[in-house]
């Protein structure tokens, strides 16, 4: 298993631009989630979602959408890009049934500077 | 605003020393995740804690939670150098809508 993979690992925009970060999972999880951590600030929540077709919205939602068609891909599209969304970006995954321990798997993690 | 927030922000001990961090929340939870991330690397999950338990043990790690005081503990034992990174608590909420919220995270620094 390949686990949880981000693209691209690193990315510069300039400000207005648009892009989409990629994330896909083979672990057939459920949920689905991406998160940016800027210093000091800890992870944030953007979006998450718990099934093919469901999203929502996380802690700090503006400026980003998602989309979940598949079990497997949650994309995370920029929608003009702005100097205050230069950050480490982080998707998860994880199992949301039975009785396991539902541990988040995380991505190597997308380094974007909006300029 | 966050769900976790973290005591100490930082602690730096010598190896061999114990160290804990604490973590409070703010809503019901349906349980509690511990999280390492050493520097420029993603997060690797440590242990998991059930709203109806009060402690856990994996190796040298001793998580305890107290519901009513909304707050969580990880104590590492014997630290080692290696165990230099940055830990965060983070909460899954009842109702099992699935979200899970990060606290700021302790800064640990084990010298050797």
């Known amino acids: 298993n390949a686990g949880v993979t981000q693209t691209p690992k690193f990315q510069v925009l300039k400000t207005g631009q648009s892009m989409t970060l990629q994330c896909a999972q083979d672990?057939?999880?459920?949920?689905m989630s991406w998160y940016r951590q800027d210093p000091g600030m800890g992870l944030r929540l953007i979006h998450y979602?718990?099934?093919?077709?469901?999203?929502d919205q996380g802690e700090v939602p503006n400026g980003y959408n998602v989309s979940r068609s598949t079990t497997e891909d949650f994309p995370l599209r920029l929608l003009s890009a702005a100097p205050s969304q230069t950050s480490v970006y982080f998707c998860?995954?994880?199992?949301?049934?039975?009785?396991?321990?539902?541990?988040?798997?995380f991505g190597p993690g997308t380094r974007l500077t909006v300029t | 605003s966050q769900q976790g927030e973290e005591d100490p922000q930082a602690l730096s001990i010598q190896e061999g020393e114990n160290a804990t961090m604490n973590c409070s929340y703010k809503?019901?939870?349906?349980?509690l995740q511990w999280y390492r991330q050493n520097s420029g690397r993603g997060l690797v999950h440590l242990i998991l804690?059930?709203?109806?338990?009060r402690e856990k043990h994996s190796g040298r790690l001793r998580v305890t939670l107290d519901t009513s005081k909304k707050s969580s503990s990880l104590l590492i034992t014997a630290s080692r150098a290696a165990d230099t990174a940055s830990y965060f608590c983070?909460?899954?909420?009842?109702?099992?809508?699935?979200?899970?919220?990060f606290g700021q995270g302790t800064t640990l620094q084990v010298k050797p």
């Open positions: 809503t019901s939870i349906n349980n």
């Open positions: 983070a909460t899954r909420g009842s109702g099992n809508t699935g979200k899970l919220i």
């Open positions: 672990m057939n999880h459920e949920y």
């Open positions: 804690i059930r709203s109806n338990e």
């Open positions: 998860a995954s994880s199992s949301l049934v039975g009785q396991g321990t539902h541990e988040q798997y």
């Open positions: 979602s718990v099934g093919a077709g469901i999203t």
